[in-house]
């Protein structure tokens, strides 16, 4: 696999969890699903890895940034397993709409799970030895424009959950945003 190949498959997961993120924005917006603080930790991950894609389309591919991505899966698949465990159990009501048939903490599993799993076969079949030295790397528009993407749905994020919580911890079981009820009360 040459530099051109892993550049651009880093440019498409840093775009696809983009959307995956973004997805979850639009719901909270859109559909008035607040996340819940595991949900917001899942967020975290998923920004942690698109951090570490984000890092390989800006300077080049190289497995420090890989390791980035594989400690923000991990650690947004530790907290979305524990959500899909609190809701395993029969009777217990799941969180929030499911989409095709399984909560965005179940889809949030999977892609974490896909993402380890696709970042470590890219790392058995990318040579870095036959590639141009990392000073000679140049990104590309489609780069530019997922990096931006990346950043405007990381912002959204942030200012959508102080929004929801405020500057305190977020409430086990949010249902109206913390700013709102704040600006109504004065």
């Not at 607040?34 to 890895?49: A, D, E, K, N």
């Not at 497995?63 to 650690?75: D, E, K, M, N, P």
Request: charged share 5%.
């Amino acid at each position: 696999m040459n530099l051109s190949s892993v550049t651009l498959l880093n440019t498409l997961g840093l775009l696809g969890i983009t959307v995956v993120l973004l997805i979850g924005f639009v719901l909270q917006i859109a559909w008035d699903e607040l996340p819940c603080p595991l949900c917001l930790l899942q967020r975290i991950g998923f920004g942690m890895v698109m951090f570490g894609f984000m890092l390989n389309v800006l300077h080049g591919p190289q497995q420090r940034h890989y390791g980035v991505v594989l400690i923000g899966a991990l650690f947004g698949a530790i907290t979305s397993l524990r959500q899909v465990s609190l809701h395993v159990i029969p009777g217990t009501p799941g969180y929030g709409s499911p989409i095709f048939g399984m909560h965005y903490y179940t889809w949030a599993f999977v892609l974490f799970g896909a993402t380890i799993l696709g970042v470590a076969v890219l790392l058995m079949l990318w040579n870095s030895h036959n590639d141009k030295p990392a000073q000679t790397y140049t990104m590309n528009g489609f780069g530019r424009f997922a990096c931006l993407l990346a950043m405007i749905t990381v912002f959204l994020n942030v200012v959508g959950t102080f929004v929801e919580c405020g500057p305190g911890q977020c409430p086990d079981n949010p249902v109206n945003y913390w700013l709102f009820d704040a600006l109504i009360a004065k």
